[in-house]
Structure formats: structure tokens, C-alpha cells
Nanobody, 124 residues
Framework: QVQLIESGGGFVQTGGSLRLSCAAS????????MGWFRQAPGKEREFVAA????????YYADSVKGRFTISRDNAKNRVYLQMNSLKPEDTAVYYC?????????????????WGPGTPVTVSS
């Protein structure tokens, strides 16, 4: 069973950047589809980005396209989310998630392993 833990969250001003990292342990990371989701206070968890186990396929939510980039390093068992041009509406707790499947998915219900989350706050 893969275990996930996020890092890199914090406080940033509008227009700033952050790089989130998710470290995986205890399983076959190379065969797992990885995703990033976020949840703002009072809102449902929403899809941000996902990447296939080879890294060759990526999906993004429309709200982050062109600003966020998901990547992975299978040699280090890590997945990253580079976030640029941050906006106050990006404020949320960010979660990385894993899915033991070949198809990249965009809904939380399709992921079976989750990290505890890392908070991101973007000030206006």
C-alpha cells in the first residue's frame, strides 16, 4: 500500500509561485496514476491535475491550465505541482492522490490513496 505525504504549501501573494511535492513510500509508485486535488473551506474537493505513471499524459482543470504544471520523478518516488501566477481563488488545502490503474482519472472517487494535505494561502 502506497503512502503519500505532501509538502511545499505556504503563504504567497497574488502572482507568486509555489512548488508542491508529494513523496510516496511503501508501494509500486511507478505503476500508479497520480493526481492533485484541492479543497477550499466550505467547498467540495476538486480536481487540479493528474499524470499517468509514465508521465506521458497529463490533465488539468480549466481553472489552472497554463499556470500549473504536474510532473513526476519515478526514480525519486515523487510527484510535483508547480504553481505559477497564483490567485486568491487558488487558496485551499492541496492533496496528492494515487490510483492503481492505467487510465488517468479526474474525480476524487477514482483515487484510493490520499495524503494528509498541505495548505496553500494566496493573499490579494
Amino acid at each position: 500500500q502506497v503512502q503519500l505525504i505532501e509538502s511545499g504549501g505556504g503563504f504567497v501573494q497574488t502572482g507568486g509561485s509555489l512548488r508542491l511535492s508529494c513523496a510516496a513510500s511503501g508501494g509500486h509508485f511507478r505503476t500508479i496514476v497520480m493526481g492533485w486535488f484541492r479543497q477550499a473551506p466550505g467547498k467540495e474537493r476538486e480536481f487540479v491535475a493528474a499524470i499517468s505513471w509514465t508521465g506521458g499524459t497529463t490533465y488539468y482543470a480549466d481553472s489552472v491550465k497554463g499556470r500549473f504544471t504536474i510532473s513526476r520523478d519515478n526514480a525519486k518516488n515523487r510527484v510535483y505541482l508547480q504553481m505559477n501566477s497564483l490567485k486568491p481563488e487558488d487558496t485551499a488545502v492541496y492533496y496528492c492522490a494515487g490510483r492503481r490503474a492505467t487510465r488517468v482519472a479526474t474525480t476524487p472517487q477514482e483515487y484510493d490513496t490520499w495524503g494528509p494535505g498541505t495548505p496553500v494561502t494566496v493573499s490579494s
